[in-house]
């Protein structure tokens, strides 16, 4: 791969900005990915989804209400492929509020598990940088990220600044909650 990995096959990028732009394929392969990820301990777990583990079915329609939201100056979907494949993927959105139009939001920033540990995730976070800068005219990005998985030294290896923390915001389970980590960067 040429921007991460090892291999043959180039790790190459696509938006989709419009709902017309989720074709059945795509459809399908964000749903697999999203599926895998939840199921193998990922935390990205929309609020919409029940906690592991989770099927298609469950899936399914919260890909649909992320599709139909797609617009070009308001939440864009960055996908990376390989080989044709979906290796990973992110949202990233605006509020058109005037107080906040500057900042994006990044969500949903997963890895399919066969394409872990080669560099996908970092190359998706760098590419949305550029995205968000150049495209949509955004200035800064936020995000959060669930403690304890190792989530907060990978996005300040990019160059994020954790910037608070709700203790114990997010329940894994009974007796097991985690802290929300916010973290920003500057375009």
Same mark, same amino acid.
């Given at each position: 791969?040429?921007?991460?990995?090892?291999?043959?096959?180039?790790?190459?990028?696509?938006?989709?900005?419009?709902?017309?732009?989720?074709?059945?394929?795509?459809?399908?392969?964000?749903?697999? *990915?999203?599926?895998?990820?939840?199921?193998?301990?990922?935390?990205?777990?929309?609020?919409?989804?029940?906690?592991?583990?989770?099927?298609?079915?469950?899936?399914?329609?919260?890909?649909?209400?992320? +599709?139909?939201?797609?617009?070009?100056?308001?939440?864009?979907?960055?996908?990376?492929?390989?080989?044709?494949?979906? +290796?990973?993927?992110?949202?990233?959105?605006?509020?058109?509020?005037?107080?906040?139009?500057? *900042?994006?939001?990044?969500?949903?920033?997963?890895?399919?598990?066969?394409?872990?540990?080669?560099?996908?995730?970092?190359?998706?976070?760098?590419?949305?940088?550029?995205?968000?800068?150049?495209?949509?005219?955004?200035?800064?990005?936020?995000?959060?990220?669930?403690?304890?998985?190792?989530?907060?030294?990978?996005?300040?290896?990019?160059?994020?600044?954790?910037?608070?923390?709700?203790?114990?915001?997010?329940?894994? +389970?009974?007796?097991?909650?985690?802290?929300?980590?916010?973290?920003?960067?500057?375009?």
């Amino acid at each position: 791969m040429t921007a991460a990995g090892s291999g043959s096959e180039s790790l190459t990028f696509r938006q989709i900005t419009r709902p017309d732009g989720m074709t059945p394929e795509i459809r399908e392969q964000l749903i697999d *990915c999203w599926t895998a990820v939840v199921n193998t301990g990922g935390a990205v777990i929309a609020a919409d989804l029940p906690m592991p583990p989770v099927g298609a079915a469950d899936v399914s329609p919260v890909v649909d209400r992320l +599709a139909a939201a797609l617009d070009p100056d308001r939440s864009r979907l960055l996908l990376a492929t390989v080989g044709g494949r979906l +290796a990973g993927w992110l949202l990233v959105r605006r509020d058109p509020h005037p107080l906040i139009a500057h *900042c994006g939001v990044v969500h949903h920033v997963q890895t399919h598990p066969r394409f872990r540990r080669q560099g996908i995730g970092a190359a998706l976070m760098e590419r949305v940088r550029l995205l968000a800068r150049e495209e949509m005219g955004l200035e800064r990005l936020q995000l959060s990220a669930r403690a304890g998985l190792g989530l907060e030294e990978f996005y300040l290896r990019l160059g994020w600044t954790e910037v608070g923390r709700w203790p114990g915001a997010l329940r894994v +389970a009974p007796g097991d909650d985690r802290d929300d980590i916010l973290m920003s960067i500057g375009l």
